[in-house]
Structure formats: C-alpha cells, structure tokens
C-alpha cells in the first residue's frame, strides 16, 4: 500500500499518522419563498425549458452541481498545515 501525502507528494512512512481531509461540496438547502400566484400560475413553459436545458447538460456535469466529496490523504505537517488554515477562516464563517 502506498503512503503518499496528497498535498505535498512525499511518502508517509509507516511509522507516520496518515490523516484524511475529507471536502464536501453541495448546495445550501435553503426555504422557498412561493407566493400563492407562484403555486396558481401556469408553469407548463417553464418546466419545459428546464427539461430541455437538463437535457443538454452533462450528466456528470449536472451531478456535480448537486454533490461533489473528495478524501485527500496528509502527511503530518500538510495535516497541521490545513488544519491552522481551516481554523482561520471557521472564525471568520463561524459555523451555527
Ligand atoms: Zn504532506
């Protein structure tokens, strides 16, 4: 099995901690603002220029507008290195 940082590309001994920074990206789910004309109205047009679009978009494409993961493998030092990172800027956007 090989121990490779993915980050700075050096092997992880085996007397090493590998860590594993996992990054999820996906849309917020956020509530809907419809107002009774929305739901009353004829949509038809719409729906149908929407299918269309679906239908010319890249099936990967259009998956990796909903959910994208990816796992990366750090040695120690990248693992210290993100995690300061990380830290920075969850003050900034702290997380409710
Ligand atoms: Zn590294």
């Given at each position: 099995?090989?121990?490779?940082?993915?980050?700075?590309?050096?092997?992880?001994?085996?007397?090493?901690?590998?860590?594993?920074?996992?990054?999820?990206?996906?849309?917020?789910?956020?509530?809907?603002?419809?107002?009774?004309?929305?739901?009353?109205?004829?949509?038809?047009?719409?729906?149908?220029?929407?299918?269309?679009?679906?239908?010319?978009?890249?099936?990967?494409?259009?998956?990796?507008?909903?959910?994208?993961?990816?796992?990366?493998?750090?040695?120690?030092?990248?693992?210290?290195?993100?995690?300061?990172?990380?830290?920075?800027?969850?003050?900034?956007?702290?997380v409710q």
């Amino acid at each position: 099995m090989n121990r490779i940082c993915h980050n700075c590309g050096r092997e992880v001994g085996s007397n090493e901690q590998l860590y594993v920074l996992r990054i999820e990206l996906f849309a917020k789910a956020e509530p809907l603002e419809l107002t009774i004309d929305d739901l009353l109205a004829d949509h038809t047009a719409q729906i149908e220029k929407l299918i269309e679009e679906m239908e010319a978009l890249d099936p990967e494409e259009a998956s990796d507008e909903v959910y994208e993961s990816y796992n990366f493998e750090l040695c120690p030092e990248c693992r210290r290195r993100v995690h300061h990172l990380l830290k920075g800027r969850a003050k900034s956007h702290k997380v409710q």
